[in-house]
T-cell receptor
Framework: QKEVEQNSGPLSVPEGAIASLNCTYS??????FFWYRQYSGKSPELIMS????GDKEDGRFTAQLNKASQYVSLLIRDSQPSDSATYLC?????????FGKGTRLHILP | DADVTQTPRNRITKTGKRIMLECSQT?????MYWYRQDPGLGLRLIYY???????NKGEISDGYSVSRQAQAKFSLSLESAIPNQTALYFC????????????FGEGSRLTVL
């Protein structure tokens, strides 16, 4: 089992709708969780981090963490065409950042 | 100028050749990482270094070696390149233990024929 699992997509969402991206991880000892966004041909950039169970909101983005289920999600409200990108889930294990394969998100105008 | 600089940005080489990818940073970070990205496979960790005297293998270190010449410089070498090492390589730095924020270079695209 890969340490961080994501559905590769593509996930197509109409403009203005909520995009929901999901991730599971295998190491119960993981304490820190992250979402990176990567535009085509660009480097990844950190958009959200979450460390405790529950929700964390930042503008249109909400990260959700459920450690019991080993599940992390990212919600993007009022999706915009500029949100079209690959979203990478990552966990911090012993100060190494381990990434999932990423989910391609396509916002339909 | 970019905070994390990778050279070369693009390289085409032949099987069996030795290749070095270089990374330098001006962020003053101690932690540096090399990742490889293949279509559909996300980012996979090759090697990482927490300071000049510390080098650690990542998920896929076979066929690669690294050198941490200084706090600001971290080089990745392919001693004898093979076609399945064709990929996009990213260098990244991190300054704090648990923030998880990696600062990436622009990537080095390597093609091995």
């Amino acid at each position: 089992q890969k340490e961080v699992e994501q559905n590769s997509g593509p996930l197509s969402v109409p403009e203005g709708a909520i995009a929901s991206l999901n991730c599971t991880y295998s190491d119960r000892g993981s304490q820190s969780f992250f979402w990176y966004r990567q535009y085509s041909g660009k480097s990844p950039e950190l958009i959200m981090s979450i460390y405790s169970n529950g929700d964390k909101e930042d503008g249109r983005f909400t990260a959700q963490l459920n450690k019991a289920s080993q599940y992390v999600s990212l919600l993007i409200r009022d999706s915009q065409p500029s949100d079209s990108a690959t979203y990478l889930c990552a966990v911090n294990r012993d100060d190494k950042i381990i990434f999932g394969k990423g989910t391609r998100l396509h916002i339909l105008p | 100028d970019a905070d994390v600089t990778q050279t070369p940005r693009n390289r085409i080489t032949k099987t069996g050749k030795r290749i070095m990818l270089e990374c330098s940073q001006t962020k003053g970070h101690d932690r540096m990482y090399w990742y490889r990205q293949d279509p559909g496979l996300g980012l996979r960790l090759i090697y990482y270094s927490f300071d000049v005297k510390d080098i650690n293998k990542g998920e896929i270190s076979d066929g690669y070696s690294v050198s941490r010449q200084a706090q600001a410089k971290f080089s990745l070498s392919l001693e004898s390149a093979i076609p399945n090492q064709t990929a996009l390589y990213f260098c990244a730095t991190s300054g704090q233990v648990n923030t998880g924020e990696l600062f990436f270079g622009e990537g080095s695209r390597l093609t091995v024929l």
